[in-house]
């Protein structure tokens, strides 16, 4: 093994790839020089002319797992280009993000409202919920299984597929027209279309079930983590009032000190006058 393909398996090439969504769903997927060149203002997006477009960043590997996720929010103008004012660093977000849900291979790196330590960039971020009845991260895990992207995986990924033993090899004597296989073990054979879409709707009913924990799961910790915030906020405006009370308490004092003096002042002015006026009778 080439010291090339030495680092390719400690860091497997991830590809990078954003979609947009819709209230229905996802309603496009590219991949990253495609958006750059929508933020380059190369290229425009009528379809999202005069809107505010909740999208996602996905880093995915050659096994079509997510392993990271940013989700942010983008706008268009009137003419469907990029606000020129949007920026955000969407690779770093991914890189410093913080343990999310698994996705089917292992828990993923996500960024959202709410769940991101750059609290700079929380405004322009949107928390992943349900639409149509459906998780998002359920949409974007069968968006990236679709692969629609096209994402390619290494050549032992492609062999894998074709190994004999997970082939179904039909006898030798039918590859030439031999006797055929009897009604009765064909129909065995077959699969039942009925049970055949009972276990998909059992696996889907399971894979929404787990999604749906998960996003539970994530809405409990960043309930805590608001929590937390508003604590922290409740301490601060505390402390803020105690500062005041004490600014003002010293201002009083300050107040009290001036009168006192200014009083004092206006005796020895009505003294000193007094003084001068006999001073000057005596010397008449």
């Keep these: 093994m080439s010291a090339g393909e030495t680092g390719r398996t400690q860091q497997p090439l991830l590809t990078e790839a954003?979609?947009?969504f819709s209230d229905q769903g996802i309603s496009r997927e590219m991949l990253f020089p495609e958006f750059e060149a929508l933020l380059d203002g190369l290229v425009a997006a009528p379809e999202c002319a005069d809107e505010t477009i909740e999208a996602v960043f996905l880093q995915i590997n050659h096994?079509?797992?997510v392993r990271a996720a940013v989700f942010f929010t983008l706008d268009f103008d009137m003419d469907g280009y990029v606000n020129r004012l949007w920026n955000m660093p969407l690779r770093q977000l991914a890189e410093k993000a913080g343990r999310g849900p698994d996705?089917?291979?292992g828990p993923i790196r996500l960024a959202c409202l709410g769940f991101c330590t750059?609290?700079?960039?929380?405004?322009?971020?949107?928390?992943?919920?349900?639409?149509g009845g459906k998780a998002d991260l359920s949409l974007i895990k069968q968006a990236v299984t679709r692969n629609a992207l096209g994402i390619l995986g290494e050549d032992e990924?492609?062999?894998?597929?074709?190994?004999?033993d997970k082939l179904q090899m039909a006898a030798e004597d039918a590859w030439y027209g031999g006797n055929p296989v009897p009604v009765g073990e064909a129909a065995a054979t077959v699969a039942d279309p009925t049970a055949e879409l009972d276990a998909l709707k059992a696996a889907h009913a399971g894979e929404v079930a787990e999604y749906l924990g998960q996003i539970m799961?994530?809405?409990?910790?960043?309930?805590?983590?608001?929590?937390?915030?508003?604590?922290?906020?409740?301490?601060?405006?505390?402390?803020?009032?105690?500062?005041?009370a004490v600014g003002q308490g010293e201002l009083l004092d300050i107040k009290q000190e001036l009168a006192e003096q200014q009083r004092l002042n206006a005796l020895m002015r009505r003294e000193l006058s007094r003084l001068q006026n006999r001073t000057a009778a005596d010397t008449g």
Excluded: C, D, T
């Excluded at 750059?118 to 639409?131: I, T």
């Excluded at 409990?220 to 402390?239: D, F, G, Y």
């Design 18 to 20: 954003v979609m947009f």
């Design 63 to 65: 096994r079509l797992h």
């Design 103 to 105: 996705m089917g291979g």
């Design 118 to 131: 750059a609290s700079a960039y929380l405004p322009g971020m949107w928390k992943p919920g349900q639409r």
């Design 157 to 164: 990924e492609a062999r894998a597929v074709l190994e004999s």
């Design 217 to 244: 799961e994530l809405n409990s910790r960043l309930s805590v983590q608001e929590q937390i915030h508003r604590q922290q906020l409740a301490a601060l405006r505390e402390e803020h009032a105690e500062q005041l």
